[in-house]
């Protein structure tokens, strides 16, 4: 009985205050100090100085947009089973010529050709859209069987920041197509709950076999951490543009180099440069256009996410992209923003919102 009257509490004060842990103004704050957090044997004072910058011009960004457009996109939900098809030929005609499962055998990632690689990746949004027209339409058993495919699929390819995104976005189209609903409203408070429970366990079990989980993020943090303290805190960076412009390179879009983003960061840090290494979603605009990049970058995808958040307020038909993106923008914390597809997936998203 008390624990059904804590639930109306909370549901009374959720409808009260229309409070959204999905809305990105909120989650990201939250997703970005629960990652410093969790990988705080690797910030230094600089690096968090940094990414406190970052946030606020985030947070400044979301203020500036209040309106949405509520057009109409349905052919949105007609394009699932297609680029399903097409990631899954993709991803078999790779499996293929590298003769072998990078789930099983990681080394063989390295023999993977971008170009199927990045194919294969459209399992995702296919996966995503599919989740979410299926709940629509009253059948959830097969959304959900959708959702078992498409990880399965995806998770052939060795690659976790995929496997991370496809969890991610389809948890938020659950959410937004169920929020107006008791469980609905119950989900987003566990949501709630999880974050804050991550931030405990982070601080723990830091020596323990569990906390060794967290030893991935404080690598990344302290990646970032060694760039700002090798190269000094600068207002316009360091090279110019050169690893934003070596995203498209490295796929053969423009002349330049072979090398992706995380290569050069790992040749700065004194690594092989043929290994990537990640470096937060502020090592490369940092080392590009220094402080400067990292305000503007902070301001636009602040920008960016408020208006689409408030275009999927009048519009679900933006729910399927919103939700990869949403999910992008919060894995790419630690991974950083080096995938030329998910360049793509940003460029779609603003397309439609603007």
């Known amino acids: 009985m008390k624990l059904l ?3 109306k509490m909370l549901e009374d004060w959720l409808e009260y205050t229309k409070f959204d842990i999905f809305n990105p103004s909120v989650i990201y704050p939250i997703a970005v100090l629960s990652f410093l957090l969790a990988g705080i044997d690797g910030v230094t004072f600089s690096s968090f100085f940094l990414f406190v910058v970052f946030l606020l011009s985030f947070i400044c960004g979301t203020f500036l947009i209040k309106g949405g457009k509520s057009k109409k996109y349905d052919k949105i939900w007609e394009l ?3 680029l399903i ?5 993709g991803l078999l005609t790779n499996l293929y010529f590298v003769g072998g499962i990078p789930f099983l055998n990681p080394d063989l990632r390295n023999k993977l050709y971008s170009s199927l690689t990045y194919t294969s990746f459209l399992i995702v949004p296919g996966t995503i859209i ?3 027209k299926n709940l629509i339409q009253k059948r959830k058993k097969i959304a959900f069987l959708w959702f078992l495919t498409g990880l399965f699929l995806i998770s052939l390819t060795g690659y976790r920041t995929e496997i991370f995104v496809l969890i991610l976005g389809v948890m938020f189209t659950f959410y937004y197509l169920n929020r107006n609903i008791r469980y609905g409203k119950i989900f987003y408070i566990f949501i709630f709950l999880l974050l804050f429970g991550f931030n405990i366990i982070s601080i723990l079990m830091r020596d323990t076999s569990i906390g060794s989980s967290f030893s991935r993020l404080s690598l990344t943090t302290s990646v970032f951490s060694s760039i700002v303290s090798n190269l000094g805190l600068s207002l316009f960076g360091f090279s110019g543009g050169s690893l934003t412009t070596s995203i498209f390179s490295s796929v ?5 180099v072979g090398w992706g983003p995380r290569r050069y960061v790992s040749y700065l840090i004194g690594m092989r440069n043929e290994v990537t ?3 937060t979603i502020l090592g490369i605009p940092y080392i590009d256009f220094g402080i400067i990049g990292i305000v503007l970058l902070g301001f636009i995808l602040g920008l960016l996410f408020s208006r689409g958040y408030n275009c999927l307020k009048k519009n679900k038909d933006l729910l399927p992209l919103h939700a990869l993106c949403l999910s992008f923008l919060l894995v790419t914390i630690e991974t950083g923003i080096g995938d030329f597809i998910v360049i793509l997936y940003f460029l779609a998203y603003v397309l439609l919102i603007l």
């Open 130 to 132: 599919l989740f979410g």
């Open 80 to 82: 699932g089973l297609p």
């Open 252 to 256: 053969d879009i423009i002349p330049g």
């Open 85 to 89: 098809i097409i990631g899954f030929l």
């Open 277 to 279: 290494t990640t470096s």
């Open 5 to 7: 009257k804590l639930r």
